[in-house]
Structures are given as structure tokens and as C-alpha cells.
């Protein structure tokens, strides 16, 4: 008779256990469709703003950073330093000496004629560079360096396994969108001994709700990691959704590793983030937008 008051006492909280966590289960998920109804958009992004906060004697003798005319930061010693800092007080805005980088690698040294704010917030460069169709990014001249040591390459197939990384690092956020499309995949290196791939994708059009843009990076031990997701429920307001695609990859602070750059394209503006690798982790610490 006692051994089976056990049985039944231990039955009893198996069951109780066993509701509890359903109960949980049903209350994470209306409270996650909840969340999707009340935000149209969801957005995951890791910023490192430490750019905005450095010293006014850092800024002022800061070197710019510019993608394709466009000021995007400046350095200094290694540090990054936001464009509004930079623009504010730096005293090398003209007759500066840059590295310019196109796709292919290091394409030489070119001069900063100018640095003056445009439109809105948009702060644009004029440089001896002439050639407007080639993109390029530039960064401070350094004779003894070379930022850009590994192009990355872009892979001309898609596969299984690139469709399998993107489904398994979005995780949650497939629940919003279940399809999914690969849209572009580079083999990349960050550092030496460092490589792996990185992928664009986005959700197959006319299928499940809304639509999402996506950046995933793949190490070589097959591991995803999520950098950029952006997902908007009503695609009547797609004109605010971005579609993330690949600029550049090099190193542009010359630590040893290199940044990603990404460009997210909307309907009426076009952003440039530079997304460094530290401590294991991708942040983006510098940007511009261009409206």
C-alpha cells in the first residue's frame, strides 16, 4: 500500500510539473503573438555607441573613414570615432592623405579634398579618387599595412546547409516567417585562421506573414551566428524594412581583424554599418545614412 502512495505521489507531480510547463509554454506563446500584433517591426542588432563618447582631443585629431563618398566615422589610434564627433571637431578634413580599397584590394593612396555635411545628417567627401563607378571604402594611409589581405569571395551557388544555417540561428523569429531565401553567400576571413562564410537571405515572396532581411556569419566550426534581422509584419509598411546586402570586409582599424561592412537598403534612404568582431561577438560601431 505504500509503494503504491509513492507511485501515485510521484504520478501526481510528474503531472504537476508536466501542466506547469505547458501553462508556461501556452502563456510564452500568446505572449509572443501578442508581441508580433503590438510591434510591426522587429528588429535584432547588437551597437557598440562607445564612437560618440570619445574625448574632444581624440576627435579632434581623428582620420576619416569614408565608403563611397560618404563619411562614415573616423579613427583614432585604433578607436572608433562616430561621424558627428568627427565632423564636429576634427581638424583633418582636407588635404588628407588616404588607403582606398575597392572589391578586388588595396587600389592605392588618394587625397581627401573635402569633407562637408549634404542634406539632412549626410556627410559626404570629395577625393582625388575620380572613378564614381568603382565602390570603394577609404581609411587612414598607412605605407607598412594592408587592410584588406583576403578579399571575400562570392560563392556562385547556393546550398542545403547555407538554407539549414539561416533557419537554425533565426530560431524564434521563424515563427513570424517560416520560408526562407538565400539571397547571397561570401567565403570571408576575419583574422588569420579565421575564415567562414557570411549570408544574406530574406523570405520567399507570397509566403507566411510579412517579410524579413537577414545576415547570418558562419565560422569554421559550422556555427551560426545572427548579426542583422529585420522583420515588418504589414509589408504596407516595407518602405521602413531594409534589405541587408554585402559591401566590403577589411580592417579598418588595423588590429588584426577585420569589420564587416553591410549596406541596408529602404525604399528612401540607404545605410552603411560597419560591424566589428570583439570578444566573440559582432557589434556595429559606426554608421551613416544617406536619404
Known amino acids: 500500500m505504500k509503494k503504491y502512495s509513492k507511485d501515485n505521489l510521484k504520478k501526481k507531480n510528474f503531472l504537476k510539473i508536466l501542466i ?17 500584433f503590438v ?9 557598440n555607441d562607445n564612437a560618440k563618447f570619445v574625448s574632444d582631443d581624440e576627435a579632434s585629431a581623428s582620420m576619416p573613414i569614408i565608403i563611397d563618398n560618404v563619411l562614415v566615422g573616423g579613427l583614432y589610434d ?9 565632423y564636429l571637431k576634427s581638424n583633418n578634413k582636407s588635404n588628407i592623405e588616404v588607403d582606398i580599397y575597392n572589391k578586388t584590394g588595396k587600389k592605392g593612396k588618394f587625397v581627401v579634398e ?24 577609404a581609411i587612414p594611409k598607412n605605407d607598412n599595412a594592408n587592410a584588406m589581405l583576403i578579399p571575400a569571395v562570392q560563392k556562385k551557388n547556393v546550398t542545403e546547409d547555407d538554407v539549414k544555417y539561416v533557419e537554425k540561428v533565426l530560431g524564434i ?5 517560416t520560408t526562407t531565401k538565400v539571397t547571397e553567400v561570401y567565403d ?6 579565421n575564415n567562414g562564410k557570411l549570408i544574406f537571405a530574406t523570405n520567399q515572396v507570397g509566403k507566411s506573414i510579412g517579410v524579413y ?30 534589405i541587408y546586402s554585402f559591401k566590403f570586409i577589411g580592417d579598418l582599424n588595423l588590429d588584426g581583424t577585420s569589420e564587416i561592412i553591410i549596406q541596408e537598403t529602404k525604399e528612401f534612404e540607404v545605410k ?20
Do not use: C, H, M
Open 188 to 193: 570571408v576571413t576575419l583574422s588569420q585562421g
Open 173 to 177: 523569429y521563424r515563427l513570424f516567417n
Open 272 to 291: 552603411y554599418d560597419i560591424i566589428e568582431y570583439k570578444d566573440n561577438k559582432f557589434k556595429e560601431v559606426l554608421s551613416s545614412v544617406i536619404k
Open 213 to 242: 532581411s537577414a545576415v547570418v556569419y558562419v565560422d569554421n566550426n559550422n556555427k551560426p551566428t545572427l548579426l542583422k534581422y529585420n522583420y515588418v509584419r504589414d509589408t504596407k509598411d516595407a518602405s521602413n524594412w531594409p
Open 20 to 36: 506547469i510547463i505547458l501553462v508556461l509554454i501556452v502563456l510564452a506563446s500568446i505572449g509572443l503573438f501578442v508581441y508580433v
Open 39 to 47: 510591434n510591426k517591426n522587429i528588429v535584432y542588432e547588437k551597437i
Open 78 to 86: 585604433k578607436k572608433w570615432v562616430s561621424t558627428e564627433k568627427f
Open 114 to 137: 573635402s569633407i562637408s555635411q549634404g542634406s539632412g545628417t549626410t556627410v559626404y567627401s570629395v577625393t582625388t579618387n575620380t572613378n564614381f563607378v568603382d565602390e570603394y571604402f
